[in-house]
Structures are given as structure tokens and as C-alpha cells.
């Protein structure tokens, strides 16, 4: 069963920074829009960030504009986020997650086909 893999979550202070990888198994991410979300305790899941399959084009939730930055290798098969200037309110699970859309420059967070599992993310000092 396709599936993806999170990684490098962790503790960090407050405007410190962390470099998110999401990889694929048993998949490539080719073709396929690329997609992360957080949930922290108590709170609903909300998108954060996403790409397209073609790369060229990328959302940013609001609150994250101009901190995240979203990326991807398809040579390597990687999805980074780049989180920059973290905020305690940035602390939660961050999952990655993929779909195929009609438009190779399109990307959202809905009908996601493929989920990881989670990386956790505080952010304390």
C-alpha cells in the first residue's frame, strides 16, 4: 500500500527554523500534487502548504506566508517544507500528503489519496 514518510520534526526555540522531507513509498511523487497539513492538540487539521505536480505553483496558508516554503526534487522524490521563523502557534503534527489533480499546475488540500503518518513540531523555549 502506497504511503508517505515524513521527517525532521523536532524541538526548537522560538524564530528558530526546521527543514520538513516528505519521501513516497511504494510510489513516485511524479504526477502527483503535493500537499502538508498540521494539527495540533485540540485543533482541527488545516493546510498549510502545497505544490503542484508541476512545481509551479504553491499555496501558503496566511499565516505562514512569507516563513514556509514549499518545495520539491523530483530527481530525488523529496517534498521539503522550510520553516522559518517559527512560532510557538506553529507547534503540531505535520503530515504530508499527495493527490493527482485535472491540472499539473493546480494543488489544494482536498481528495488527498496518499497520507504519511506525521512528524511532530514544537516550538518552545
Known amino acids: 500500500q502506497p504511503y508517505l514518510v515524513e521527517s525532521g520534526g523536532g524541538l526548537v526555540q522560538p524564530g528558530g527554523a526546521l527543514r520538513l522531507s516528505c519521501v513516497p513509498r511504494?510510489?513516485?511523487?511524479?504526477?502527483?500534487?503535493i500537499s502538508w497539513f498540521r494539527q495540533a492538540p485540540g485543533k482541527e487539521r488545516e493546510g498549510v502548504a502545497c505544490?503542484?505536480?508541476?512545481?509551479?505553483?504553491?499555496l501558503y496558508e496566511d499565516s505562514v506566508k512569507g516563513r514556509f516554503t514549499i518545495s520539491r526534487d523530483d530527481a530525488e522524490d523529496t517534498v521539503t517544507l522550510q520553516m522559518n521563523m517559527l512560532e510557538p502557534e506553529d507547534s503540531a503534527v505535520y503530515y504530508c500528503?499527495?493527490?493527482?489533480?485535472?491540472?499539473?499546475?493546480?494543488?489544494?488540500?482536498?481528495?488527498?489519496?496518499?497520507w504519511g503518518r506525521g512528524t511532530p513540531v514544537t516550538v518552545s523555549s
Open positions: 500528503a499527495a493527490n493527482t489533480y485535472q491540472s499539473q499546475h493546480f494543488c489544494g488540500y482536498y481528495g488527498m489519496t496518499y
Open positions: 511504494h510510489f513516485t511523487l511524479t504526477n502527483f500534487a
Open positions: 505544490i503542484s505536480s508541476s512545481g509551479l505553483a504553491a
